[in-house]
């Protein structure tokens, strides 16, 4: 049986929720710093830049990445998630 972490309040048909850089570690089990790593690595979804330096990611992008990644046990660069996202097999 698979783990989803999509908090039940979210909803594919929700408008985008942005979310800071603190929740994303929180929600990835990491600090801060490395989530920073991962993003200039680019091995989580790309962060949106709402206003100036602030960076923002999607939950429900960020969420559907975290479940595909814990289903799979596979680490996509940000190019192959997007190829896997943009594919029939997964529902951002």
Known sequence: MSTCIVPA???PEADVRLIPLPAVARMLG???KTVAR???AGKIPAPIRPAGRALRW???ELAAWLNWRIRTGN???R???ETVRNSANVAV
């Open 58 to 60: 999607d939950l429900v």
């Open 38 to 40: 991962m993003d200039r």
């Open 79 to 81: 190019a192959e998630w």
């Open 9 to 11: 309040q979210i909803s």
């Open 30 to 32: 990491v600090s801060e």
């Open 75 to 77: 680490l996509l660069s």
